[in-house]
């Protein structure tokens, strides 16, 4: 029913800057937490910053704070993600998922809907 599309991945230098979308479509924006996974090559699915429905309440990983800022324009039903100050371990596909619940906590299994991800590769 929510189909979600990601933008704005690409190739960046280390210490760099990318912003990520997010556009919703299908669904009430307003009432959904949304949030930012990302997968590397042989390892797991990770957290990295997700947003409440009101957009109050956000969650970073430890890894990210204080250089990543998730955000959300519910007039253009998208979800962004700023990431300064880019490392290599950033190198990812990152992924939008909506929650329906509107709780957009840490846990992946929570978020029901899934876009097919945006690749970011951070250079030495």
């Known amino acids: 029913q929510v189909q979600l599309v990601e933008s704005g991945g690409g190739l960046v230098q280390a210490g760099g800057s990318l912003r990520l979308s997010c556009a919703a479509s299908?669904?009430?924006?307003?009432?959904?937490?949304m949030g930012w996974f990302r997968q590397a090559p042989g390892k797991e699915r990770e957290f990295v910053a997700s947003?409440?429905?009101?957009?109050?309440?956000?969650y970073y990983a430890d890894s990210v704070k204080g250089r990543f800022t998730i955000s959300r324009d519910s007039a253009k039903n998208t979800v962004y993600l700023q990431m300064n100050s880019l490392k290599p371990e950033d190198t990812a596909v990152y992924l939008c998922?909506?929650?329906?619940?509107?709780?957009?906590?840490?846990?992946?299994?929570?978020?029901?809907?899934w876009g097919q991800g945006t690749q970011v590769t951070v250079s030495s």
């Open positions: 299908g669904g009430t924006f307003s009432l959904y937490g």
């Open positions: 998922a909506v929650d329906r619940h509107g709780y957009a906590r840490t846990w992946s299994g929570e978020y029901e809907y």
């Open positions: 947003i409440n429905r009101s957009g109050g309440r956000t």
